[in-house]
């Protein structure tokens, strides 16, 4: 990996476009994510690359490491998630969730994030059977976190993160250092991780 992320940095640094596609309009974003490479993502990111553009098959960057995020534990796919929220990629249809609750119950992280960039979401039994039981023993809290949700409103403190968040869409990045917040609550603006929903 992180040959990888020399390789990619050094080919932008000499004026690679982020934005080459191959002829099913597969980017170097799309790319990434399938391989769950969350340095390479931020580099993109950074230097351009279009958070939301879709390939011939219709797939986002999103939806490309919500399909490997089970199979790349190691890789930490969480990453790459929280860096497309932060830049504004368009997010999962809450209906969807439940589908991929089922396909990345194993990363919790990746989980979190989706959820915490949502004010609410609708939470129903399903959800607890889209878990296999081994997964819920290895993640006790967080799972029993996620579905006490169903019976009970997000706190404040979510609810004001959503707002500030919605109204900074696609400036996030920009405006938060000039906002000049604490650490820890930039970092929590960030959907900072803590295995935990409330």
Same mark, same amino acid.
């Given at each position: 990996? #992180?040959?990888?992320?020399?390789?990619?940095?050094?080919?932008?640094?000499?004026?690679?476009?982020?934005?080459?596609? +191959?002829?099913?309009?597969?980017?170097?974003?799309?790319?990434? %994510? *399938?391989?769950?490479?969350?340095?390479? /993502?931020?580099?993109?990111?950074?230097? !351009?690359?279009?958070?939301?553009?879709?390939?011939?098959?219709?797939? &986002?960057?999103?939806?490309?490491?919500?399909?490997?995020?089970?199979? *790349?534990?190691?890789?930490?796919?969480?990453?790459?998630?929280?860096?497309?929220?932060?830049?504004?990629?368009?997010?999962?249809?809450?209906?969807? $969730?439940? *589908?991929?609750?089922?396909? %990345?119950?194993?990363?919790?992280?990746?989980?979190?994030?989706l959820i915490n960039?949502? +004010?609410? /979401?609708?939470? &129903?039994?399903?959800?607890?059977?889209?878990?296999?039981?081994?997964?819920?023993?290895?993640?006790? +809290?967080?799972?029993?976190? $996620? @579905?006490?949700? !169903?019976?009970?409103?997000?706190? =404040?403190?979510?609810?004001?993160? %959503?707002?500030?968040?919605?109204?900074?869409? !696609?400036?996030? =990045?920009?405006?938060?250092?000039?906002?000049? $917040?604490?650490?820890? $609550?930039?970092? @929590?603006? =960030?959907l900072s991780f #803590? +295995?935990?929903?409330?």
């Open positions: 990996m #992180e040959r990888y992320h020399r390789v990619c940095q050094q080919l932008v640094q000499s004026g690679a476009s982020v934005e080459a596609a +191959d002829r099913d309009q597969q980017r170097p974003l799309h790319q990434a %994510c *399938k391989n769950a490479s969350a340095r390479v /993502v931020e580099l993109l990111l950074a230097h !351009g690359a279009n958070v939301n553009i879709m390939s011939y098959s219709g797939n &986002t960057a999103m939806h490309n490491i919500l399909q490997v995020a089970a199979y *790349k534990l190691g890789h930490r796919p969480e990453l790459v998630v929280r860096a497309l929220l932060n830049r504004g990629a368009i997010r999962i249809w809450p209906g969807a $969730l439940v *589908k991929v609750l089922r396909y %990345c119950c194993s990363s919790p992280r990746t989980i979190e994030v960039s949502y +004010d609410r /979401v609708r939470v &129903t039994d399903e959800w607890a059977e889209a878990v296999p039981a081994e997964i819920m023993q290895k993640h006790p +809290d967080f799972y029993e976190s $996620l @579905f006490s949700l !169903g019976q009970r409103p997000r706190s =404040l403190q979510h609810l004001a993160r %959503c707002a500030l968040r919605s109204y900074l869409e !696609g400036r996030l =990045l920009q405006v938060l250092p000039e906002l000049r $917040l604490p650490s820890s $609550l930039h970092q @929590f603006l =960030l #803590e +295995d935990i929903l409330y």
